[in-house]
């Protein structure tokens, strides 16, 4: 989003995404937002302060007036990604979305295993890709089922590159292959692709299957071209493009709602 710049907000604008800005980076660049879908309730907060600031003071009274805002803003997800192992502590502890997910990304490799015990608390949905996941154990010297036991994960989600994603729930373990493109040209930001489509769904009311393979199909296409952005494809390609993956997968009980009554 921060490479999108303010002409990426622009088009979001003009598809019929309502945009409203909360907090705005030294440079004007939008880090912080609600998404709200024209023809739905669920709003979504995105918040990412990129690399840190040399101007600590500045940033830290900018972050609190931002936490201030979103506290009293009624969330369905809250997504932490950054760097920053404090600010996300913070927006977990502090606000009371149905959803807390945390993706950690690369930066995972710096937090001790007291931090990410400290993550995991407040957190119930988890999205790393497979070194993540394989750093995550080796650190925590656990497994999946008992880390989403301990810790009361409603989901863990380890995404595999080419070979598809699984998801670990109540009901156990479920895998999902990926979708074979015709030519793979750069795989950056898939993850991020899976996990906006994924949870955009989910949220909407989809089934557990449902939110997985919506992930695992707008994954696909950012294969296929440098950056997110510019792989974006209209919204009748993409319903093409579910079907075929449907209809690689095999016939079973599609996984019932996943969301709890609040």
């Known amino acids: 989003l921060q490479g999108g710049g303010n002409d990426h907000f622009r088009s979001l604008k003009e598809a019929g995404v309502k945009l409203q800005f909360l907090y705005h980076s030294l440079k004007n660049t939008a880090k912080a937002f609600i998404i709200r879908g024209p023809r739905i309730a669920t709003k979504l907060m995105f918040f990412y302060p990129g690399p840190l600031l040399n101007d600590r003071k500045g940033f830290t009274q900018q972050?609190?007036?931002?936490?201030?805002s979103l506290c009293r803003t009624k969330l369905d997800l809250l997504y932490v990604t950054s760097e920053d192992h404090l600010r996300n502590l913070e927006l977990l502890k502090g606000t009371c979305p149905k959803y807390k997910v945390y993706a950690p990304g690369p930066h995972l490799r710096f937090r001790s295993a007291s931090q990410i015990k400290d993550i995991l608390k407040h957190a119930n949905i988890v999205i790393v890709n497979r070194s993540e996941n394989d750093f995550l154990l080796n650190v925590l010297r656990s497994d999946i089922p008992r880390i989403r036991e301990k810790?009361?994960?409603?989901?863990?989600?380890?995404?595999?590159?080419?070979?598809?994603?699984k998801a670990y729930a109540?009901?156990?373990?479920?895998?999902?292959?990926?979708?074979r493109v015709n030519h793979e040209i750069d795989a950056t930001g898939c993850g991020d692709a899976f996990a906006g489509a994924f949870l955009g769904h989910l949220i909407s009311g989809a089934s557990l299957y449902d939110a997985m393979i919506a992930g695992?199909?707008?994954g696909s296409f950012i294969v296929e071209s440098f950056g997110c952005y510019p792989a974006m494809p209209k919204m009748t390609v993409w319903?093409?493009?579910?079907?075929?993956?449907?209809?690689t997968l095999p016939r079973e009980k599609q996984?019932?709602?996943l969301l709890w009554s609040s």
């Open 216 to 218: 695992i199909v707008t």
């Open 170 to 179: 109540s009901d156990g373990e479920h895998f999902f292959p990926a979708y």
């Open 63 to 68: 972050f609190n007036s931002f936490k201030t």
């Open 239 to 247: 319903r093409n493009r579910l079907k075929s993956y449907r209809r």
């Open 151 to 165: 810790y009361n994960l409603f989901l863990y989600i380890v995404t595999l590159d080419i070979d598809g994603a």
């Open 255 to 257: 996984t019932e709602s």
